[in-house]
T-cell receptor, first 111, second 113 residues
């Protein structure tokens, strides 16, 4: 079992719709959770992080964390073609300095 | 704004050459990391450093070494480049605090012929 799992996609949504990206992790002791966006040929850029169970909103983005189910998600409201990218889920595990990354989900927003 | 820079965006080397990739950050971060990214395999940690002259192996250290002589600079060394080291190399840095969010440089696309 991979430490951080994401569906590779592509996830295709129409412009204006809500895109829902999901991530599961195996280490129950994981503390912090991050979502990065990576455009083709570019490096990952941090969108959001979440530490506590529940929802965290930032503009059109909402991160959701459920530690009991070991599940973290990212919702993108009013999706735009410019949101088309690969979204990486990353987890900080207890006692580890480095993040563990999933393989990413490719999102395509259709105009 | 955090700024992480890498010495080259694109690099082409021959098999057997010694390759140096350099990374510099300007935010006084304690932690620095080297990853490689390959299609379908995601980001894999090669080495990281939590202080000057301190380093720890990541998940795939074979064929690589690192050097951190100054806090702001972290170098990745390919002792004898091989074709299977053709990849995108990403440097990142972070504060030594609980949050742990990492900031990435622009990446170096290395091709070994």
């Amino acid at each position: 079992q991979k430490e951080v799992e994401q569906n590779s996609g592509p996830l295709s949504v129409p412009e204006g719709a809500i895109a829902s990206l999901n991530c599961t992790y195996s280490d129950r002791g994981s503390q912090s959770f991050f979502w990065y966006r990576q455009y083709s040929g570019k490096s990952p850029e941090l969108i959001m992080f979440i530490y506590s169970n529940g929802d965290k909103e930032d503009g059109r983005f909402t991160a959701q964390l459920n530690k009991a189910s070991q599940y973290v998600s990212l919702l993108i409201r009013d999706s735009q073609p410019s949101d088309s990218a690969t979204y990486l889920c990353a987890v900080k595990r207890t006692g580890r300095r480095a993040l563990t990354f999933g393989s990413g989900t490719r999102l395509q927003v259709q105009p | 704004d955090v700024k992480v820079t890498q010495s080259s965006r694109y690099l082409v080397k021959r098999t057997g050459e010694k390759v140096f990739l350099e990374c510099v950050q300007d935010m006084d971060h304690e932690n620095m990391f080297w990853y490689r990214q390959d299609p379908g395999l995601g980001l894999r940690l090669i080495y990281f450093s939590y202080d000057v002259k301190m380093k720890e192996k990541g998940d795939i250290p074979e064929g690589y070494s690192v050097s951190r002589e100054k806090k702001e600079r972290f170098s990745l060394i390919l002792e004898s480049a091989s074709t299977n080291q053709t990849s995108m190399y990403l440097c990142a840095s972070s504060f030594m605090r609980e949050g742990g969010e990492q900031f990435f440089g622009p990446g170096t696309r290395l091709t070994v012929l």
